[in-house]
T-cell receptor, first 113, second 119 residues
């Protein structure tokens, strides 16, 4: 079975400051990892995904994430946040065994002016 | 490409009535569609997986007679909440996958969600 842990339910950060949203996963098989963003009352938008290859993955809106197999982590980072980045961010995992996606509980990113 | 729509975007209904939510893949054929439920300030919980032309597979704890899923074509799946009650109020999100056999990974594309409020 797979699981995802997002350690922070909320992260406040000042505008133009860097941010890191943490994600750890657990799985007995090879995984595919994702970060999704959800703006209020909207569906999910894929920020980035790791399938294989380079462990540093670049996504949309200036976000990037690094897959660390030894630490079973897939933390999301952005060097300088903007007020428009205020949203809920979900880390998710799946595998090649089935198509089910397991979501973390989400991290709410608060951008402070 | 890979756009998924849902209709309606929001619906309010009286307790005891049934509500149908549609999920459409607009520019691709989806062999597999997924239905999720999201309560306020919580994560997405998978309710069921449906493959075109076959019965849906429900997750543990999800009542199949209450949440009827029909995947009649490669571009349309419907979720019907039967005899809805206030505790069914939630944000329902669907996703669709191309589901090419033999591929190790089939990406899911998410719809914008439907907010259901049962009075």
């Amino acid at each position: 079975a797979q699981s995802v842990t997002q350690l922070d339910s909320q992260v406040p950060v000042f505008e133009e400051a860097p941010v890191e949203l943490r994600c750890n996963y657990s799985s007995s098989v090879s995984v595919y990892l994702f970060w999704y963003v959800q703006y209020p009352n909207q569906g999910l938008q894929l920020l980035l995904k790791y399938l294989s290859g380079s462990t540093l993955v670049k996504g949309i809106n200036g976000f990037e994430a690094e897959f660390n197999k030894s630490q079973t982590s897939f933390h999301l980072r952005k060097p300088s946040v903007h007020i428009s980045d205020t949203a809920e961010y979900f880390c998710a995992v799946t595998s090649n065994r089935d198509d089910k996606i397991i979501f973390g509980k989400g991290t709410r990113l608060h951008i402070l002016p | 490409g890979a756009v998924v729509s849902q209709h309606p975007s929001w619906v309010i209904c009286k307790s005891g009535t049934s509500v149908k939510i549609e999920c459409r893949s607009l520019d691709f054929q989806a062999t597999t569609m997924f239905w999720y439920r999201q309560f306020p300030k919580q994560s997405l919980m998978l309710m069921a997986t449906s493959n075109e032309g076959s019965k849906a597979t429900y997750e543990q704890g999800v009542e199949k007679d209450k949440f009827l899923i029909n995947h009649a074509s490669l571009t349309l799946s419907t979720l019907t909440v039967t005899s809805a009650h206030p505790e069914d109020s939630s944000f329902y999100i669907c996703s669709a996958s191309i589901g090419t056999s033999g591929r190790a990974f089939n990406e899911q594309f998410f719809g914008p969600g439907t907010r259901l409020t049962v009075l």
